[in-house]
């Protein structure tokens, strides 16, 4: 393998399909202590700005949707203290999450793949990406070009509607108006 010598650049990584708590850890313990402690998850959501629909999650053993490492770590721990429930047993039940961070090896892999991704791509793909870019460049051009004419336009006709011809006349010149009735 290379020694790369620039620093890593850090690729998005797919978690895991499923995680479940595992088998040891009931969740429903966790909703059995924080109702004897007369808390509510409204309320922990409210003091722990952990969305409601994570707490739940967690109540009914199904971690899916957590975020992965420290954040786990941290929601588990803020829900604990909030529910009256011992944090390390939390942060027991949510470590699978939590030690889902990725391993250098991970991630130069991924870096790996991701360049021989660009390798892979034909000279005929970057030139149609190239051209959807100029096209994209000449549109936004013709529609300023339109919007000025337009402008333009719109003001030339506001002057000359701006001098209409004098009442009584008939605006053009040398042949009289309409004639006054006496009186």
């Not at 850090?10 to 595992?22: A, C, H, M, T, Y």
């Not at 929601?75 to 942060?91: N, T």
């Amino acid at each position: 393998m290379e020694n790369f010598s620039y620093p890593i650049k850090l690729e998005p990584l797919s978690r895991p399909v499923k995680r479940r708590l595992p088998r040891t850890a009931q969740p429903l313990e966790l909703w059995e202590a924080r109702e004897r402690n007369g808390v509510s998850l409204k309320t922990i959501a409210d003091h722990t700005r952990i969305p409601l629909r994570h707490l739940e999650e967690l109540e009914r053993g199904d971690i899916d949707n957590w975020p992965a490492g420290v954040y786990a770590r941290s929601w588990a721990r803020d829900y604990a203290k909030e529910a009256g429930i011992d944090p390390d047993r939390v942060v027991a039940i949510v470590s699978p999450v939590a030690e889902v961070d990725p391993s250098i090896d991970e991630i130069r892999e991924v870096r790996e793949d991701a360049e021989l991704k660009r390798a892979d791509e034909s000279p005929l793909a970057a030139l149609v990406g190239l051209a959807r870019k100029f096209a994209a460049v000449i549109v936004v051009l013709v529609l300023l070009v339109l919007a000025a004419v337009f402008f333009w336009s719109s003001d030339s006709r506001a002057a000359n509607q701006a001098d209409p011809a004098p009442v009584g006349t008939t605006g053009v010149a040398g042949q009289p108006g309409p004639q006054q009735p006496p009186r």
